[in-house]
Each structure stands twice: as structure tokens, then as C-alpha cells.
């Protein structure tokens, strides 16, 4: 009799050891729950000093069988946390290389691009805003722009954003690009799908995505009239809400016609991105 009391005892005593363990981590994980779901409020861009990140763009131009005949890179240093809130660009370059494997050629400098600084927010599609640049210089405004769009993206809707529920931010908003074209947004969705780590930074983890979107573009004697997918990452740090590395993806397809020429030719171009800091000071 007493060994059985003892047993019952000793199960009654590990069964309610277990239940209380069960309900503490139960507890812990909705405190944790609250703590770790839900987007800082409020709360502005930390910029403690200069914050440098290399953007780096790839262009892919391929034919209609999916085969890459030629490549472009595109590579900038991008400064933020300037005085007066301004930021700035250096050492922008761009490597040429024919088919999918040849390795790229000298980086050619694009020297009117070298200091070239503004207030971040600035309207870059103010007709004055890119002067100095080469009218045909379309590719090195896009990276003003990418930077822009991610920084945008990543850091202003954590109010709006509740995790892996989309959020649709433009739809069917006409862009005026002075001296290039037109884009049209079709529609805009953001979406925090979870945290990561990156630089060792606690990060929320936000895509972003716009399929179906018209664009033209007359430029240099040359028109395009084609489509734009595109989409990306963005790790966003939950104490600075500093981008830590977003990421760029974009498919286009055209017609494109040349000046002088009476046909039209089919064009597919295929581009990734990275914005990856390379001097953070925190």
C-alpha cells in the first residue's frame, strides 16, 4: 500500500510539474507573441552619422528563346546620414560583358554621377532634379530611384503592415519620368512575411511586389513600349529601421523601335539588385 502511494504521488507530482511547465512556456510564448509580432510605432529612421551601402544591378538582355546575348553592371556607393539631412553618390560604374558566362570588362567610371548629392526625399521627378546627367543617362537615374523605392518600402508603412497580411499601397498611379517616359503602378503590394537577422541586427522581413505595370519610354532617338514585373526583400532593423539589405528583381518586355528604322524588335531584359551596407555606424 505505501509503495503504491508513493507511485501515485510521485505521478501526481510529475504530472502537475509538467502542467505547470506546459502553462509557463504557454505564458512565455504569448508574452514573446506580443513582443516579437507587431511592428515598432512612431518610431523615425535612426541616422547616428554616414551610412554608406553599394548597390549593385545586373541587366540580363535576352532573346525571345531565353538565351542571354549580353550583360551590364551597374554598381554605385550610396551615402545617407549626410548634414542637412542630405545624401550622396560615388564611385557609380558600369562593366559590359557579351552572352550568359564572359566575365565583365573594365569597370567604366560615370564621372557626372561622382558627388552627386541631394536632400534625401527630395521630387527626383522634378524636371531639374537630375541636371548635369546625359539625357540618354536612363539606367543611372533608375538607381536613385531602386534606392528610393527600397528605402521607401522598407521603412514607411510599419504602421500599416500586420504580419503575412498584404497591403496594397499604390494601384493604377501614373509616373512622369522627365526626359525618359512614362510608368504606370498597377498595383503595389507590401507585405512583412517575418524577422531575420542581417548584420547583426533583429530585422523585419518585408516583400514587395508590382506585376502587370505599362511603362513607355522615348529616349535618344530610341521608343520602347513594353510591361514590368517587378519585386523584392527588404531587412529593415527593428532598432534603427535602417534598410540592412533589400533586395531588386525586374522582368521587362518589349517592342522596342529604333530611330531611322521602320520594324519594331521584340526586347526581354531581366534585372537583380542588391543594397547591401558597407559602412554602417550605429
Not at 560604374?93 to 548629392?117: C, H, I, L, V, Y
Not at 517575418?194 to 519610354?217: H, W
Not at 532598432?239 to 521602320?262: A, C, F, N, R
Request: glycine share 10%; net charge negative; aromatic share 12%.
Amino acid at each position: 500500500m505505501l509503495k503504491r502511494t508513493k507511485s501515485v504521488f510521485v505521478v501526481g507530482s510529475f504530472v502537475l510539474g509538467a502542467a505547470f511547465g506546459l502553462l509557463a512556456q504557454s505564458l512565455l510564448a504569448q508574452s514573446l507573441s506580443a513582443q516579437t509580432w507587431n511592428l515598432p510605432q512612431g518610431m523615425a529612421v535612426k541616422d547616428n552619422g554616414p551610412r554608406t551601402y553599394r548597390l549593385t544591378v545586373d541587366y540580363h538582355m535576352a532573346n525571345t528563346k531565353g538565351e542571354i546575348v549580353h550583360r551590364q553592371r551597374f554598381t554605385g556607393e550610396y551615402t545617407r546620414g549626410l548634414g542637412d539631412g542630405e545624401v550622396m553618390w560615388k564611385n557609380v560604374s558600369q562593366a559590359e560583358a557579351d552572352g550568359a558566362t564572359a566575365p565583365f570588362g573594365t569597370a567604366q567610371k560615370r564621372d557626372f554621377m561622382e558627388g552627386f548629392r541631394y536632400r534625401h526625399g527630395a521630387d527626383s521627378l522634378k524636371p531639374e532634379f537630375f541636371k548635369g546627367f546625359p539625357p540618354t543617362a536612363v539606367v543611372e537615374r533608375d538607381l536613385v530611384w531602386d534606392t528610393g523605392m527600397i528605402e521607401y518600402f522598407g521603412q514607411n508603412f510599419f504602421e500599416h503592415l500586420k504580419l503575412n497580411e498584404p497591403y496594397h499601397v499604390l494601384a493604377n498611379q501614373d509616373v512622369s519620368m522627365p526626359d525618359v517616359g512614362t510608368f504606370k503602378n498597377h498595383d503595389v503590394v507590401l507585405e512583412w512575411v517575418g524577422r531575420s537577422q542581417r548584420n547583426g541586427q533583429d530585422c523585419a522581413l518585408i516583400t514587395y511586389k508590382a506585376f502587370f505595370n505599362p511603362f513607355e519610354i522615348a529616349n535618344g532617338g530610341m521608343t520602347l513600349k513594353g510591361r514590368s514585373d517587378y519585386w523584392g526583400e527588404t531587412w529593415v532593423s527593428l532598432g534603427t529601421k535602417q534598410i540592412e539589405y533589400g533586395t531588386l528583381y525586374e522582368s521587362v518586355v518589349g517592342e522596342m523601335k529604333l530611330s531611322g528604322q521602320d520594324t519594331t524588335q521584340v526586347v526581354n531584359i531581366f534585372r537583380s539588385g542588391t543594397l547591401e551596407p558597407i559602412n554602417a555606424k550605429e
